[in-house]
């Protein structure tokens, strides 16, 4: 759905024809494309489970599940200052993510509390060839910071394995964390310092919510936030 017209949207042969109950939604792209498409599956007139966004729509059949993602990022980047960073550069894929941009967001405001500064780097699609040749260009141009935050850990582990690369030892010459301590997280040497997502509840509370509301007629609450946690690894 990404990337298509309000009227493309609601006059394709998907939306056209839906035979479901309920619709859970999970976009990526820009504010403005991603309301967009909302706004043509509400006209369709079914309740609508919005998972890992932050978009409001006042009255609207529908219930937002999502982590603290901001929150997430504000743990890491006041972790990394703790270790002594202050220079330090967040490695997210291109395309936009509201969840990475919440990451984003709670990183910056955990740095600027400590005296440290935040820049942003994009990769791609966030494969390991994209991550290592935008954090190379971003060394170039900018120096070695302090720590690397990565938008998930699959940066991350891209992120760790360039830098062992180059003969650099993590975290003695440089720090780098991950998001959403996903199973493979913990085969990375040394181990990520991540963000644990509660992302098998994500799922299991937007089903309840959805079949809540088709027994209540309505949503017990249109937002909900499950909290995340710090898990601590040797990475920095």
């Known amino acids: 759905l990404q990337g298509m017209t309000v009227k493309a949207v609601a006059t394709s042969p ?16 820009p504010d403005a494309v991603r309301r967009n498409v909302m706004t043509a599956l509400l006209r369709i007139g079914q309740p609508i489970v919005l998972i890992q966004d932050t978009l409001r729509f006042a009255g609207a059949d529908l219930c937002r599940i999502r982590q603290a ?9 006041r972790q990394v200052v703790a270790a002594g960073a202050r220079n330090v550069a967040m490695i997210i894929p291109t ?29 791609g699609d966030g494969d390991f060839q994209g991550t290592r040749a935008a954090l190379s260009q971003d060394i170039l141009k900018n120096g070695m910071p302090d720590a690397v ?6 940066i991350g582990v891209a992120v760790l394995k360039y830098l062992t690369s180059r003969g650099l030892q993590v975290p003695r010459d ?3 964390t991950g998001f959403n301590a ?9 181990v990520l310092t991540t963000v644990r997502s509660p992302a098998s509840e994500i799922g299991a509370r937007a089903g309840r919510a959805i079949l809540d509301r088709l027994n209540r007629g309505h949503f017990e609450t249109d ?9 601590l690894g040797g990475s920095v």
């Open 174 to 176: 440089i720090m780098v």
């Open 149 to 154: 935050l990565a938008g998930n850990d699959q």
């Open 182 to 190: 996903f199973e493979f997280w913990q085969y990375t040497e040394p």
């Open 223 to 231: 937002e909900i936030i499950l909290p995340v946690e710090l898990q």
């Open 14 to 29: 998907a939306m056209r024809d839906i035979r479901t109950d309920a619709t859970c939604v999970m976009l990526s792209g």
């Open 69 to 77: 993602d901001r929150e997430g990022g504000r743990l890491l980047g």
């Open 95 to 123: 395309l936009h993510w509201p969840a990475i941009a919440e990451r984003v967001a709670g990183a910056r405001a955990g740095l600027r509390a400590e005296g440290g500064k935040l820049r942003i780097v994009k990769c």
